[in-house]
Structures are given as structure tokens and as C-alpha cells.
């Protein structure tokens, strides 16, 4: 804006991020955030009152086949959030190999630098990279990182995350329980699609599809149909949790999460919208504004049963004919038409330059124009001037109030006048861009690798021979069933807040009883196993996919840690340090909060802890009662690389992991006995990808 001078009080980053909107009982609310999986989706959720945004980029996100946003659009859609006062978090939540950590931190570089207010994380490894090289960015833990505890809050506030995503399947007294406690916000989820494994557990379309749920890639095999009992055990109903708003408000959550990047924008716009009426009026959802809500978009309904803790057969549902309907007679979203309030004070005095101020929301600037002329026929009035300033058309903002100073009888043209207005706007918008310097990655050096064990872990210890026992180094058993016959405990995958005194009682109990290692599935349970006095182990669900991960492993203190099945060999060669390998088993696919086996078959089978789930072609995934009532679903094929021990030495694959489910004595034996011989596998089998 030449010939104009601004003065700024406040960057529109501070703005936004101290920007809190407030209740008529002047209680902050929490931030509602919604997707935008498109550009018109942006727009409609910037219209429909959003707080916050979360979009990706064309890629390292968990929504690939979301429309996105291409790079030459990026920049326009930061400078539309920050025009309206909307927070834009940019997702980078997916793993990362070593191989793409340049490019992901060049994504990130060139994001920071257009105006991302946040990244959302799933990587260990990836957010070590952008708090090493970018440690002015604010980082989100995204929920696929799996964080379900106030000890995993503790963790990633270290690693340099300032807000957690919550894993869907938490309860409101846990919420209550984890805000009261964690030393980082907590995001919830409010709306939308519910994974039926817990986020970043799931590795049923990666394993048996080729489709990476944790690269972004998931085929749904949940909601497909399955043999024997309910036909659809694993297709839940989409959350709603609009009728319970007083209470998520009372519970200290700092946002609510509106899940929906593949959906429409008409999609975005209607549900954000009866999400911002409820929350600025405090109050839960009727049941006329239930019914909208589900014909807008719904499986059958809804399901609130996870935070209520009522878990049961009413959270399954699919999409219906019927659904599908009426979700075709949404209104369709035009464009953007919410503006924000603006006020001016506007001073024009004689031989001295014209001055305008612009304020919204806390940010105010001023700048600073022509001189006016002294008026010889029709001096400026408060109206006319008025009136020109007011022309605020397809800006963000609406003319307020107006305090304008005239010290005699002057006159400035209209076009000057706009001229000003434009000015003042075109500041009070600002620019969202940063000054950033050029970073390259280092990839960090390869990590030193230890000499490697065998360990294997069992459902059950009545499934331990004396085989078992002289071949391997370490064996591992589930908490619940440590009898002190081996030297390693499984802790259970979940463990929410209010499971975690019973956890910690049973793992001190398992050190009296000779446990020595704990295998950890979680960065919020390293705690536990210490706190036990036991050497923790990092088990695969953590998901070291890249050597930055498997560093950030080795500083918190694991002892050695499993890696990613969803890895080729060349991957792992790439990692090296104290890794080891899925080398023998079946993998877990799905880790369950809603008990799957009383859908396939009966409580009687729920409480022996197994069945099988048959899918369209017939191949059978064993279903395993794990920790209470959680279910772990196991590949139909188990792994197998006994007579590739050349090829795993190649690769330099040292330590070595089994993994037991529904195998017999024998069975165990005879595998054993197999693998240590070279011998080739007898059925058909799972291989690790050179």
C-alpha cells in the first residue's frame, strides 16, 4: 500500500492464538475445529463459525484421498483464516520413512513459512525433525499417535508438543481426569467417522490390503461385511456427541474436533454450524437438531458410547439407502458471508496527514493518508465520511461503531477516502507469512546396533513349553496373565487414566513375582514399567518406522524396541540401532474397545477370550480377548521367515521377535523347531518385503 503508513500493535499470529471466544457467563469455550478437506470446504467452515481449521497438504497426510490443497492454493487459504480470525493446523500425521524425512521437513519449512498456526504429528521421529529445525512451530499430537493418558501428555510435553489429540474411545470422567492433569491441551473428538481400531493400532488394510491406514491409504476393511453372526461387527455409527456440550465445556477440553476431510463442504458447513449455535448457547442438542445432524450425514444414527462409558452392541450401524438420501437435499454452501465487527476512529486535521484506525477482536492498526484540503463549497461530514469507510463490501468485517474527528472544514475526495479505508483493511488482514531461513536435513548418523535377542510373547502361559523357554532370550505374557514363569510382562496396549492404579499395582506385583522386562506399546506407559522397576521394551505399536524415531526411543530409555511389521527389509536396514523384527507369527491388526467377539459369536465365547472373524473370501483372523473387555483381531496368515535367515542377516535384521496367539503346545514346539532348523513353511505364509 504505497503512500500509506501503518502502525500494528499486534501480529496476527498473537491475535489468533490468544483469541478465545467467551460465554455470556464470560467462561472461555473451547475452540470448535473443523475439517476442510477442499477449499470450498474451508470456506464453508470458516463461515459457519469454526474457531480453527485442520487441512493437508498433497501429501504426509492421513486423508490422502482427500481433495487437499495444492501449494498454489495454500497460501490464499492461510491468509482467508487469518482474515477471519480462524487458526489454520496443517496435518502431517502420517509415518515417515527415512528415506522421505527431507521432503517431509521441506513440506513443514515451506507450510511455517506460508502461516501454519500448527502441525499436527503422528511421527515420533518427524517431530523430533521439525522441533530440531523449526522450534518456533507448535506441535499437536495427532491421535494417531495413540495417546489415551495424562503420562502420555507428560512424554510429549518433554518431546515439545503443547496439545494432545484424544483417542476417541475416551471416556468423560478420563477427559475430566486428563485436563485436571496434563501439562498440554487436550483435543476431542465431538463428530464424525469412528475408527473401530484404536487410531495408529490399525494395520488390518496395510497387512492384508496393501493400503496404509497409517500412510494415509486405509480401504475401510471395518466396514465390509464378515460370516457368522452380526454381518457387520466392525462398522460403527458416527459419532455425536451434540448433546452433551455442557458437560464437554465443564470437562476443560481445549478443543472440539470435528472429524470430516473427505466430506462436502455442505457437510462442513451444516454440522459446524449447529456446533457453534450450541456452544455459544451453552446447551445440549435437541432432538430436532439430533435428527438434522443425522440426515446431514449418519450410519444409522448415532453413537455416544464411548463417552459415556455405555459400550455396547448400539454403537454398530451402516449406511442405509435411506441414509444416503437424505444426505442428497443439503442446501448447497454459496460462499463465504461471516464477517467479524470492526471499529474505526478516523482524524483528519489541517496540513497534517489523514489518519485511520481499524480495530477487531483486540488487533487494532492505524494508517496514516493524503492530507485533506481545506473545503471551499461541501466539507467533510460525520455522515459522508461515514459513509465511505463503511464500504467494507466483501471484506471480513462489518462497520461497528465509528468515532470520526474533523478539526474544521476540511475535505479530502472520496477516492482517497476509500483509498484509506483499503488500507487500513489491507493491515487489519495482514499477511500470515513468516521470515524463515533456509533449513537443509541432516539425516542423523546411523544408530548403533546392539547384538539382538529373541524374545517371543504369549497369550497364555499354559501355551509355554519347555522349548520355548531354552530358545528364547525373553518371553513375554499379558498382565493379567503373569504367573512369574517368565521374565518379561506385556503392558496392556490402553491404559486410561482411570485403569492406570490397577496397572501399576499388577506391575510391581509382576516384578516381585521375577518379571525383569516390560514390553511397552506406548509412550505414556515408559512410566509404568519404570516406576515398576522394570526394563522397558518398545513394543511395535509405537510405530518406529524411521531412525529419527528409533533415536527419540533409545533417549527415553527403551532397552530395545520392535519396529513397524508394515517395514521392508531395506527400510529396517536403513534404521538399524537396537531394533528388532517381527520375524514369526501373527501380526495384530486391530486393537479393539468395542468387543467385536459377543458380535461374531456369543458372551460365553467372550469370556473363553477367542473366535474367529471370516471375511468374504474365507480367510479366518483370530479374535483374542485381550486387557477387560478389548479385543485383539490377528492376520489370517502369520509371518514367517525361518528359512530366509540369510536374507534377514543381509539386512541386517538382529533382533529377532515371535508372536504367539492361537497356537497349541505343539504347535508352538513345532514351530520352534522349524524356524531354528531353516526350514520352509508347510502353508501358505506372510513374508517381509526385501
Same mark, same amino acid.
Given at each position: 500500500?504505497?503512500?500509506?503508513?501503518?502502525?500494528?500493535?499486534?501480529?496476527?499470529?498473537?491475535?489468533?492464538?490468544?483469541?478465545?471466544?467467551?460465554?455470556?457467563?464470560?467462561?472461555?469455550?473451547?475452540?470448535?475445529?473443523?475439517?476442510?478437506?477442499?477449499?470450498?470446504?474451508?470456506?464453508?467452515?470458516?463461515?459457519?463459525?469454526?474457531?480453527?481449521?485442520?487441512?493437508?497438504?498433497?501429501?504426509?497426510?492421513?486423508?490422502?484421498?482427500?481433495?487437499?490443497?495444492?501449494?498454489?492454493?495454500?497460501?490464499?487459504?492461510?491468509?482467508?483464516?487469518?482474515?477471519?480470525?480462524?487458526?489454520?493446523?496443517?496435518?502431517?500425521?502420517?509415518?515417515?520413512?527415512?528415506?522421505?524425512?527431507?521432503?517431509?521437513?521441506?513440506?513443514?519449512?515451506?507450510?511455517?513459512?506460508?502461516?501454519?498456526?500448527?502441525?499436527?504429528?503422528?511421527?515420533?521421529?518427524?517431530?523430533?525433525?521439525?522441533?530440531?529445525?523449526?522450534?518456533?512451530?507448535?506441535?499437536?499430537?495427532?491421535?494417531?499417535?495413540?495417546?489415551?493418558?495424562?503420562?502420555?501428555?507428560?512424554?510429549?510435553?518433554?518431546?515439545?508438543?503443547?496439545?494432545?489429540?484424544?483417542?476417541?474411545?475416551?471416556?468423560?470422567?478420563?477427559?475430566?481426569?486428563?485436563?485436571?492433569?496434563?501439562?498440554?491441551?487436550?483435543?476431542?473428538?465431538?463428530?464424525?467417522?469412528?475408527?473401530?481400531?484404536?487410531?495408529?493400532?490399525?494395520?488390518?488394510?496395510?497387512?492384508?490390503?496393501?493400503?496404509?491406514?497409517?500412510?494415509?491409504?486405509?480401504?475401510?476393511?471395518?466396514?465390509?461385511?464378515?460370516?457368522?453372526?452380526?454381518?457387520?461387527?466392525?462398522?460403527?455409527?458416527?459419532?455425536?456427541?451434540?448433546?452433551?456440550?455442557?458437560?464437554?465445556?465443564?470437562?476443560?477440553?481445549?478443543?472440539?474436533?470435528?472429524?470430516?476431510?473427505?466430506?462436502?463442504?455442505?457437510?462442513?458447513?451444516?454440522?459446524?454450524?449447529?456446533?457453534?449455535?450450541?456452544?455459544?448457547?451453552?446447551?445440549?442438542?435437541?432432538?430436532?437438531?439430533?435428527?438434522?445432524?443425522?440426515?446431514?450425514?449418519?450410519?444409522?444414527?448415532?453413537?455416544?458410547?464411548?463417552?459415556?462409558?455405555?459400550?455396547?452392541?448400539?454403537?454398530?450401524?451402516?449406511?442405509?439407502?435411506?441414509?444416503?438420501?437424505?444426505?442428497?437435499?443439503?442446501?448447497?454452501?454459496?460462499?463465504?458471508?461471516?464477517?467479524?465487527?470492526?471499529?474505526?476512529?478516523?482524524?483528519?486535521?489541517?496540513?497534517?496527514?489523514?489518519?485511520?484506525?481499524?480495530?477487531?477482536?483486540?488487533?487494532?492498526?492505524?494508517?496514516?493518508?493524503?492530507?485533506?484540503?481545506?473545503?471551499?463549497?461541501?466539507?467533510?461530514?460525520?455522515?459522508?465520511?461515514?459513509?465511505?469507510?463503511?464500504?467494507?463490501?466483501?471484506?471480513?468485517?462489518?462497520?461497528?461503531?465509528?468515532?470520526?474527528?474533523?478539526?474544521?472544514?476540511?475535505?479530502?475526495?472520496?477516492?482517497?477516502?476509500?483509498?484509506?479505508?483499503?488500507?487500513?483493511?489491507?493491515?487489519?488482514?495482514?499477511?500470515?507469512?513468516?521470515?524463515?531461513?533456509?533449513?537443509?536435513?541432516?539425516?542423523?548418523?546411523?544408530?548403533?546396533?546392539?547384538?539382538?535377542?529373541?524374545?517371543?510373547?504369549?497369550?497364555?502361559?499354559?501355551?509355554?513349553?519347555?522349548?520355548?523357554?531354552?530358545?528364547?532370550?525373553?518371553?513375554?505374557?499379558?498382565?493379567?496373565?503373569?504367573?512369574?514363569?517368565?521374565?518379561?510382562?506385556?503392558?496392556?496396549?490402553?491404559?486410561?487414566?482411570?485403569?492406570?492404579?490397577?496397572?501399576?499395582?499388577?506391575?510391581?506385583?509382576?516384578?516381585?513375582?521375577?518379571?525383569?522386562?516390560?514390553?511397552?506399546?506406548?509412550?505414556?506407559? *515408559?512410566?509404568? !514399567?519404570? %516406576? &515398576? $522397576?522394570?526394563? #522397558?521394551? =518398545?513394543?511395535? @505399536?509405537?510405530?518406529?518406522?524411521?531412525?529419527?524415531?528409533?533415536?527419540?526411543?533409545?533417549?527415553?530409555?527403551?532397552?530395545?524396541?520392535?519396529?513397524?511389521?508394515?517395514?521392508?527389509?531395506?527400510?529396517?536396514?536403513?534404521?538399524?540401532?537396537?531394533?528388532?523384527?517381527?520375524?514369526?507369527?501373527?501380526?495384530?491388526?486391530?486393537?479393539?474397545?468395542?468387543?467385536?467377539?459377543?458380535?461374531?459369536?456369543?458372551?460365553?465365547?467372550?469370556?473363553?477370550?477367542?473366535?474367529?472373524?471370516?471375511?468374504?473370501?474365507?480367510?479366518?483372523?483370530?479374535?483374542?480377548?485381550?486387557?477387560?473387555?478389548?479385543?485383539?483381531?490377528?492376520?489370517?496368515?502369520?509371518?514367517?521367515?525361518?528359512?530366509?535367515?540369510?536374507?534377514?542377516?543381509?539386512?541386517?535384521?538382529?533382533?529377532?521377535?515371535?508372536?504367539?496367539?492361537?497356537?497349541?503346545?505343539?504347535?508352538?514346539?513345532? *514351530?520352534?523347531? !522349524?524356524? %531354528? &532348523? $531353516?526350514?520352509? #513353511?508347510? =502353508?501358505?505364509? @506372510?513374508?517381509?518385503?526385501?
Amino acid at each position: 500500500m504505497k503512500g500509506f503508513v501503518l502502525c500494528l500493535k499486534e501480529t496476527v499470529s498473537e491475535l489468533i492464538k490468544t483469541d478465545m471466544k467467551s460465554d455470556k457467563f464470560g467462561k472461555a469455550l473451547p475452540e470448535l475445529l473443523a475439517p476442510a478437506g477442499s477449499a470450498r470446504a474451508l470456506d464453508a467452515a470458516i463461515d459457519a463459525g469454526a474457531d480453527a481449521v485442520y487441512f493437508g497438504a498433497s501429501a504426509f497426510n492421513a486423508r490422502i484421498g482427500a481433495k487437499n490443497f495444492v501449494w498454489d492454493e495454500l497460501s490464499d487459504a492461510f491468509e482467508r483464516c487469518h482474515a477471519y480470525g480462524v487458526r489454520a493446523y496443517v496435518t502431517l500425521n502420517t509415518l515417515v520413512l527415512d528415506r522421505e524425512m527431507g521432503e517431509y521437513l521441506g513440506t513443514a519449512e515451506k507450510l511455517w513459512r506460508l502461516g501454519a498456526d500448527a502441525f499436527i504429528v503422528a511421527d515420533l521421529g518427524g517431530a523430533a525433525v521439525l522441533r530440531r529445525y523449526l522450534p518456533e512451530a507448535e506441535l499437536h499430537a495427532s491421535t494417531q499417535m495413540s495417546g489415551h493418558n495424562t503420562y502420555a501428555a507428560k512424554v510429549l510435553h518433554d518431546l515439545g508438543f503443547s496439545r494432545m489429540v484424544l483417542a476417541r474411545e475416551t471416556s468423560l470422567e478420563n477427559i475430566k481426569t486428563f485436563t485436571k492433569n496434563s501439562p498440554i491441551e487436550a483435543e476431542i473428538f465431538i463428530h464424525g467417522a469412528l475408527c473401530v481400531s484404536h487410531s495408529g493400532q490399525c494395520l488390518f488394510s496395510s497387512i492384508v490390503g496393501g493400503r496404509s491406514g497409517n500412510r494415509g491409504e486405509c480401504a475401510q476393511p471395518c466396514r465390509l461385511p464378515y460370516a457368522r453372526g452380526n454381518s457387520y461387527p466392525l462398522s460403527l455409527k458416527d459419532l455425536c456427541l451434540a448433546a452433551h456440550i455442557p458437560s464437554i465445556i465443564d470437562s476443560g477440553a481445549a478443543s472440539l474436533k470435528i472429524e470430516g476431510r473427505m466430506k462436502s463442504a455442505e457437510y462442513v458447513h451444516a454440522v459446524t454450524s449447529v456446533y457453534r449455535r450450541l456452544l455459544d448457547e451453552r446447551r445440549g442438542a435437541d432432538a430436532k437438531e439430533i435428527e438434522y445432524l443425522s440426515s446431514v450425514f449418519s450410519r444409522g444414527g448415532f453413537t455416544d458410547g464411548y463417552f459415556t462409558g455405555k459400550i455396547g452392541r448400539g454403537m454398530l450401524g451402516v449406511r442405509s439407502d435411506e441414509d444416503k438420501e437424505k444426505t442428497r437435499a443439503l442446501e448447497t454452501f454459496d460462499k463465504i458471508k461471516r464477517k467479524r465487527p470492526v471499529n474505526i476512529r478516523a482524524v483528519f486535521c489541517p496540513d497534517e496527514p489523514s489518519k485511520l484506525t481499524m480495530s477487531s477482536d483486540g488487533k487494532e492498526v492505524t494508517v496514516s493518508g493524503d492530507v485533506p484540503m481545506a473545503a471551499i463549497n461541501a466539507p467533510m461530514t460525520y455522515e459522508s465520511v461515514r459513509t465511505s469507510l463503511a464500504k467494507l463490501g466483501d471484506t471480513p468485517f462489518f462497520l461497528d461503531s465509528a468515532d470520526i474527528d474533523i478539526r474544521g472544514k476540511l475535505m479530502l475526495p472520496a477516492s482517497k477516502l476509500n483509498a484509506l479505508r483499503r488500507a487500513a483493511v489491507a493491515a487489519l488482514i495482514g499477511k500470515a507469512k513468516r521470515d524463515v531461513p533456509e533449513i537443509q536435513y541432516k539425516s542423523i548418523d546411523k544408530l548403533s546396533a546392539d547384538k539382538g535377542c529373541l524374545s517371543a510373547r504369549f497369550v497364555s502361559a499354559d501355551t509355554v513349553t519347555d522349548k520355548a523357554r531354552s530358545f528364547f532370550d525373553r518371553i513375554y505374557l499379558p498382565l493379567k496373565a503373569f504367573d512369574g514363569s517368565v521374565n518379561g510382562v506385556i503392558i496392556p496396549p490402553v491404559v486410561f487414566d482411570g485403569e492406570i492404579d490397577e496397572v501399576s499395582k499388577k506391575l510391581k506385583k509382576a516384578k516381585e513375582m521375577g518379571a525383569k522386562y516390560a514390553l511397552v506399546g506406548n509412550l505414556g506407559h *515408559i512410566e509404568f !514399567a519404570k %516406576e &515398576a $522397576g522394570l526394563v #522397558p521394551v =518398545g513394543d511395535f @505399536r509405537l510405530n518406529i518406522f524411521n531412525r529419527e524415531s528409533a533415536a527419540q526411543a533409545e533417549a527415553l530409555g527403551f532397552e530395545e524396541y520392535i519396529l513397524s511389521p508394515e517395514l521392508t527389509l531395506a527400510q529396517i536396514r536403513d534404521i538399524g540401532g537396537k531394533s528388532a523384527v517381527i520375524v514369526c507369527g501373527r501380526l495384530p491388526l486391530m486393537l479393539l474397545e468395542k468387543c467385536a467377539i459377543k458380535e461374531i459369536s456369543s458372551c460365553e465365547a467372550c469370556s473363553k477370550g477367542s473366535v474367529s472373524l471370516t471375511d468374504r473370501m474365507g480367510k479366518s483372523f483370530p479374535v483374542i480377548r485381550e486387557w477387560e473387555h478389548r479385543n485383539v483381531i490377528y492376520n489370517s496368515l502369520p509371518t514367517y521367515m525361518g528359512d530366509k535367515k540369510q536374507i534377514l542377516s543381509k539386512f541386517g535384521v538382529s533382533g529377532k521377535h515371535f508372536i504367539f496367539s492361537d497356537e497349541g503346545r505343539e504347535e508352538v514346539d513345532e *514351530i520352534i523347531y !522349524a524356524y %531354528e &532348523a $531353516g526350514r520352509s #513353511p508347510k =502353508g501358505i505364509v @506372510r513374508r517381509i518385503k526385501e
